[in-house]
């Protein structure tokens, strides 16, 4: 069982020698475990977070242990009565090549529904982070102007499909001539912004001339900034993440515009998708129905190469290298 595990807390962007890699064998399940076969691991951007010290929404990893991720695979072993050997299940399987786990931990995942990278993706923890922290948080009313930074990633892409269902305006902030030509022609947006291209405050001001009304946030630094000062009345921001600011070896960098949230009566809220366990159910019935439709796609980008390739790949996400959902495939 190849694992990676976390040796050190990175400074700036994690290095190879912040990872440690080991090889041990799988342990067979008690009572009430099963043993996984890891297939697709999530790469996600939180993961940054959990490798440092302090307190946040979820304790960090410790050093030493394997590292945190969440994942797809297939049942090999099971002294639990929920799951049978051959059952596909998703949970915190860890960047390891096996993993025995609670049962409880795990929830079954169903083929037939959509290929498994999509269990990962629209139909995973990133499509019920865009549902619940649109509708929920960002409240959008038909005819809203809808500003996604990373617009084409694994929750905005979402975020964006959902916003246009829900009759609203569009506007997605991305990286690059091709993701914004992605933006518009695949994902439906009314507009992209290429933020590393132009000016984007003289977008914002041309693709938002009535103001922003929803700003769901995935960025944090300049572009929170640019946004505040194109805000509309009564705008809400979802806080989502700030992937801009994960890497920072100085302080996150706030907003210096807040007082637009004053002048503009509007409001700015974090979420975190966890809290929102209870209602996953709806999220995925509603989202695998616009699949169905053809009003929403899910994109992936999954990189082959197994565990051993985790440490390189995760980059991926902090230099917009990813283009859709970035998953490791680690067995067939
Ligand atoms: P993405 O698939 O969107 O991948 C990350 C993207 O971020 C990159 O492709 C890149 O897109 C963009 N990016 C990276 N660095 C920068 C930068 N310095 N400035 C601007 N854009 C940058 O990842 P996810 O969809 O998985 O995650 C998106 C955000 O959602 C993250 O902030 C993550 O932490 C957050 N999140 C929050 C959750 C919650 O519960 N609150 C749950 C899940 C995710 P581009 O090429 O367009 O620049």
Redesign the pocket.
């Given at each position: 069982n190849h694992q990676i595990r976390l040796a050190a807390r990175p400074v700036g962007l994690p290095k190879d020698s912040d990872w440690q890699r080991t090889e041990e064998p799988a342990r067979p399940p008690s009572e009430g475990e099963v043993l996984v076969q890891t297939l697709y691991l999530s790469l996600?951007?939180?993961m940054r977070g959990w490798m440092n010290e302090g307190k946040s929404y979820i304790p960090p990893v410790g050093l030493g242990e394997v590292m945190r991720a969440g994942g797809i695979g297939r049942v090999v072993a099971s002294a639990a009565p929920a799951f049978a050997v051959g059952d596909h299940v998703s949970g915190a399987l860890g960047v390891q090549e096996y993993a025995t786990l609670s049962a409880k931990a795990l929830t079954k995942v169903d083929p037939a529904l959509s290929p498994l990278p999509v269990h990962l993706s629209a139909l995973g923890?990133?499509g019920m982070?865009a549902y619940f922290?649109l509708l929920d948080v960002g409240q959008p009313k038909p005819g809203d102007t809808v500003v996604v930074?990373?617009?084409?990633?694994?929750?905005?892409a979402v975020v964006g499909q959902i916003a246009k269902i829900k009759g609203c305006r569009t506007v997605a902030i991305?990286?690059?001539p091709e993701?914004c030509r992605y933006a518009v022609e695949t994902l439906g947006y009314d507009a992209a912004i290429d933020?590393k291209a132009g000016d984007i405050r003289k977008d914002l001001r041309t693709h938002c001339p009535n103001g922003v009304d929803v700003y769901f946030d995935?960025?944090g630094?300049d572009?929170l900034e640019a946004v505040l000062a194109q805000l509309a009345r009564k705008a809400r921001i979802v806080v989502?993440?700030?992937?801009?600011q994960y890497n920072n070896t100085t302080a996150v960098k706030g907003p210096a515009n807040y007082l637009s949230l004053l002048v503009n009566r509007a409001r700015m809220e974090g979420?975190?998708?966890?809290d929102y366990a209870d209602r996953y159910p709806q999220a995925v019935a509603d989202i695998a129905g616009w699949i169905k439709e053809g009003r929403l796609v899910s994109r992936e980008d999954i990189v082959e190469g197994g565990v051993a390739a985790f440490p390189d790949t995760l980059l991926k996400?902090?230099?917009?290298e990813?283009f859709?959902?970035?998953a490791l495939k680690v067995a067939d």
């Open positions: 996600d951007p939180a923890m990133p982070t922290g930074s990373a617009g084409t990633g694994a929750v905005g991305a990286g690059g993701k933020y995935n960025v630094g572009i989502c993440g700030a992937i801009s979420m975190v998708v966890f996400l902090f230099t917009g990813n859709g959902k970035l």
